[in-house]
């Protein structure tokens, strides 16, 4: 009797695929790509709001009194603090200069003066606009680049 016709349907199987194909592997390898891919956007978006909160902060600023003045530099030297902890221990012509180090917009002598003579100075003495603007404008600067 020929049995070979009923051996037919037996043959090699398959190669296996180099990947198991088991659910938890698939999510597994899923939220990897996914922490991979969302790590970039998560940091930006940290990054964004920082700055996004400095700059609102530093806009809501009125005036243009020596007490303005004095919340610029407290939010200077907040946001300095994030990345620069011996920033907090400097004051008048240091924390100036160490502003200065750290951006490429400078300010001029009258400038440096009035920054770092602000909070010694009386709280109702007014500035003249264009040094109080010129203030607000580094402020901006100092606050884009450092954030």
């Known amino acids: 009797m020929d049995n070979l016709p009923l051996l037919r349907d037996i ?3 398959e190669p296996v695929f180099w990947v198991p194909l088991g659910y938890g592997v ?3 390898a899923g939220l990897v790509l996914a922490a991979v891919f969302l790590w970039p956007v998560a940091r930006f978006l940290y990054r964004k709001t920082k700055k996004y909160y400095a700059l609102n902060a530093l806009n809501n600023i ?3 009194g020596t007490e303005s003045v004095v919340e610029m530099s ?3 030297k907040r946001v300095c ?3 620069h902890k011996n920033a907090a221990v400097l004051f008048s012509k240091p924390w100036v200069d160490f ?3 750290h ?3 400078k300010l001029t002598e009258k400038q440096e003066e009035i920054l770092s003579a602000a909070p010694y100075m009386a709280k109702n003495s007014l500035l003249e606009k ?3 603007d010129a203030l607000k404008k580094y402020a901006q600067n100092f606050l884009e680049k450092n954030l």
Do not use: S
């Open 11 to 13: 043959h090699l199987p």
């Open 26 to 28: 698939l999510i597994l």
């Open 62 to 64: 009125k005036g243009n």
């Open 74 to 76: 407290v939010l200077l």
């Open 81 to 83: 603090l994030l990345k």
């Open 99 to 101: 502003l200065n180090a």
């Open 103 to 105: 951006t490429d917009f």
């Open 130 to 132: 264009e040094d109080f």
